[in-house]
């Protein structure tokens, strides 16, 4: 059992326990692991999260982008699962929208959206396979978490922008609270790769009281095409 709960296995911090697949979630401990959990979740997964327990972060990830990046922009939408994360920017506008995941079930149902232009399968703690600065901005919801991806392979993602570009990052409490996450924002900063310009505390999944943060970087470099309103 790992020991990331602090009040016993499968709880959050506060509030009730998770049910279902989403209890599974918080006990992940290797990728190989978290691979065959989301081929089992990929049929039940917008049920469970983005209707039972109301899943708040990609509608709090997309507004966050909007208020930085031009709609017009290139998104690459990092751990896409079903689809979710796309139709929320899709809803506020941002229509050239990518999306990458290393769950072969979990893309057919992104597909399934229409709302993506390219979908492609990566391991992000492999990296992802592309040239640096091809997308205007990009966004990982619900995508740094237990046995998922290392906070180190947030660096991918910002390399993945170019320069001027933004970041968009959504996850739990449970994570951000072991510490590796925020300490590798402080890090990258320190190394002059991004900036964060926000980082802001709210609803995470309200159907399980389960809270968490949405931090948005811009990489360091020439040609800001953040939008600064007049
Ligand atoms: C909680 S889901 C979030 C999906 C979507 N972004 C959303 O907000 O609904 C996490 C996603 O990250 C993907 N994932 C986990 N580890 C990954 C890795 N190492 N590389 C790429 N994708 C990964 C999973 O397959 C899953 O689709």
Redesign the pocket.
């Known amino acids: 059992m790992s020991d990331h709960h602090a009040n016993g296995p499968d709880l959050p911090p506060e509030g009730r326990p998770p049910q279902g697949l989403l209890a599974t979630?918080y006990d992940l401990e290797t990728?190989e692991e978290?691979?065959a959990h989301?081929q089992r979740w990929a049929a039940t997964?917008d049920q469970e999260?983005?209707v039972d327990n109301e899943?708040a972060?990609?509608a709090r990830c997309a507004a966050a982008l909007d208020e930085v990046a031009d709609r017009s922009g290139s998104v690459l939408?990092?751990?896409?699962?079903?689809?979710?994360?796309g139709i929320a920017l899709r809803d506020v506008g941002f229509a050239d929208l990518d999306g990458?995941?290393?769950?072969p079930p979990?893309l057919e149902r992104a597909a399934g959206t229409g709302v993506y232009r390219r979908l492609f399968e990566?391991?992000?703690?492999a990296g992802l396979g592309i040239q640096d600065g091809t997308y205007d901005h990009a966004v990982?919801?619900?995508?740094f978490?237990f046995a998922?991806?290392r906070p180190d392979?947030l660096r991918s993602v910002i390399r993945a922008v170019r320069p001027g570009g933004a970041v968009v990052v959504?996850l739990n409490d449970h994570f951000w609270d072991v510490g590796t996450f925020p300490a590798e924002l402080d890090a990258i900063e320190a190394d002059g790769l991004a900036s964060v310009v926000s980082r802001e505390h709210g609803e995470h999944l309200p159907g399980a009281d389960i809270m968490g943060w949405v931090v948005v970087l811009v990489r360091s470099g020439r040609a800001a095409a953040i939008r600064i309103d007049p």
């Open positions: 979630a990728g978290t691979l989301y997964y999260i983005g899943y972060q990609p939408d990092v751990g896409c699962g079903t689809g979710l994360s990458c995941d290393f769950s979990m990566a391991d992000l703690n990982a919801v619900g995508v978490s998922h991806i392979a959504g």
